[in-house]
């Protein structure tokens, strides 16, 4: 049988420490805006088809993303396309079905300066024009403003790979942070991790949301097998997620 142990803000469920201790950096005091389409909705854990519309969606939404990187203030602009839904959600998640899945399968990422930056984005007609191209083509869209809370390292955009955004609900932001912290050591120790930035959305700009984990492998087969087949994923990361009302909502993505 587990033990259970509060500290602070977080539960722990079994071993404490069993995992070692992520190794955080500062947060870059960024501000981002992530535009979360549901365009090809999917039954299946994998994006293995993809629609006529959606691949006019994207080469759309790559075109109006040129534009924005010219903007003063805007680092990067990056489009993701869906591949997996990983398993993770958890059972916090089955008690919220007010919530709906996020079964994004389209991404647009943008990176500025500050947070002030990206909040006065929303006005510009740039981002006005990407945003009507992507709810007129998408079933679900949302706007997700935020600022980065925490760094395990800087997410490398400018080669391909398998980018995750794990979209969390929780009952609590400090629990949110508290589990998704000590949870990193595992992805750390089990998958290689060495990079992430974890979004803390602005509360009029959530989408819902508590917070967003954002990092990138070189490979599906770095990460996918662990999620699959390790049981520790179970028992040490979801079992903790759960103790901690908070549910994971993960997608796997490539560059678009």
Same mark, same amino acid.
């Given at each position: 049988m587990n033990t259970i142990v509060k500290t602070g803000a977080l539960t722990i469920v079994g071993e404490a420490g069993r995992f070692p201790k992520i190794e955080l950096i500062e947060p870059n005091g960024y501000g981002y805006i992530v535009l979360a389409l549901e365009v090809d909705h999917s039954r299946l854990p994998f994006f293995l088809v993809q629609s006529a519309s959606?691949?006019?969606?994207? @080469?759309?939404?790559? &075109?109006?993303?040129? @534009?924005? &990187?010219?903007? *003063?203030?805007v680092h990067k602009v990056v489009v993701f396309k869906a591949l997996v839904v990983p398993p993770g959600e958890g059972r916090y998640k089955q008690a919220r079905p007010d919530v709906a899945q996020a079964r994004f399968d389209v991404v647009v990422l943008i990176e500025t300066g500050t947070p002030e930056r990206a909040r006065t984005l929303l006005a510009t007609p740039q981002f006005a024009a990407l945003e009507d191209q992507g709810r007129a083509g998408a079933k679900r869209a949302e706007v997700i403003v935020g600022q980065n809370a925490r760094r395990i390292g800087p997410v490398d955009h400018g080669r391909d790979g398998v980018f995750l955004f794990n979209y969390f609900l929780a009952e609590g932001? @400090?629990?949110?942070?508290? *589990?998704? @912290?000590?949870?990193a050591g595992w992805f750390a120790d089990q998958t290689g991790l060495d990079n992430s930035t974890l979004l803390l959305p602005d509360a009029d700009h959530s989408g819902g949301l508590t917070l967003i984990n954002h990092c990138r492998w070189d490979r599906l087969a770095d990460v996918l097998p662990s999620l699959l087949f390790k049981p520790s994923f179970r028992s040490y *990361?979801?079992?903790?997620?759960?103790?901690?009302?908070t549910a994971p909502m993960p997608v796997l993505y490539k560059l678009a």
């Open positions: 959606k691949t006019r969606l994207l @080469e759309d939404l790559k &075109r109006l993303a040129d @534009e924005l &990187r010219g903007l *003063v203030g932001r @400090e629990q949110n942070l508290a *589990v998704w @912290e000590y949870t *990361v979801l079992a903790n997620f759960d103790a901690n009302h």
